[in-house]
């Protein structure tokens, strides 16, 4: 097998933001997950089991989901108002933590 010197993968797995739409590291977007008992956050160690959906780190983006529901469609199911203040909420916490990471 002849496999050309210059096919290189990329390192890391790639994620559409459901807000713009644009592809980006996964490490790059926040992932949101829809819980076993229908909470919406952001999953912020990155190991939470369940339905998962990225958005990138800013509101404007969680803002666009949210408006267009598309999470409803990412999560096949109907998400409440409530469960989106929370996840706002959450989602603006862990976008706090993060900046402290990096
Ligand atoms: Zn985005």
Redesign the pocket.
Known sequence: MNEPAEKIKPAYPVRT??????K?SKYE?VRIVLHADGRVLPDSDGKTGGRGAY??P?E??LE??IKKKRFDRAFRCSIDKKSMVNLKNGFTECLKTRSEHY
Do not use: M, P
């Open positions: 933001c459901i807000g713009c739409y644009a980006k977007l958005v990138c800013n404007d983006c666009q989901a």
